[in-house]
């Protein structure tokens, strides 16, 4: 008779449940990456654009420059506090996932625990059994030997 657990497809459930959860943590991952990195270019952006003012400043500069200067470097900041709020937003889905994977894992994980137990006892009574069929027979053979010899 060959091995049978009631709750495979639980089982198998539960595993793609956990890879399901496991991705959504992974392109959460991702997009807080991205973000990082969108800061950090705005951040760079904006010290380049310092310095070049501040070597225009030194050469002589028109007002309405600086005023455009000014203009794009606010705009560049409510950008980064946009970018700085989604990557707030998402590590507190981080966080969120985080646990919803943990506990995905851990479902999965008792049902396989659950199945290991159930295969190792499967396999001893196999081995009982195939033991238990190689007593017999070899109780049956010198049974039959037995009655075969002179006596």
Do not use: C
Not at 45 to 55: D, K, Y
Not at 104 to 113: F, P, T, V, Y
Not at 138 to 146: D, E, G, N, P, Q
């Amino acid at each position: 008779m060959p091995f049978h657990f009631s709750l495979e497809a639980v089982l198998r459930l539960r595993t793609s449940y956990e890879h399901m959860e496991k991705l959504r943590l992974l392109a959460i991952g991702a997009a807080m990456v991205r973000a990082r990195e969108e800061i950090a270019a705005l951040e760079n952006e904006s010290r380049a654009a310092r310095r070049s003012t501040q070597s225009r400043l030194e050469a002589g500069v028109v007002g309405g420059e600086l005023h455009l200067d000014d203009s794009t470097e606010r705009v560049r900041m409510q950008r980064k506090r946009a970018v700085a709020g989604r990557l707030a937003d998402l590590e507190k889905k981080e966080t969120a996932q985080r646990l919803a994977y943990r506990s995905a894992r851990q479902k999965r994980e008792i049902l396989a625990n659950l199945r290991e137990r159930r295969w190792d006892e499967y396999r001893r009574d196999q081995t009982r059994r195939e033991q238990q069929r190689q007593d017999e027979s070899f109780l049956l053979h010198l049974a039959t030997r037995s009655e075969h010899e002179p006596g």
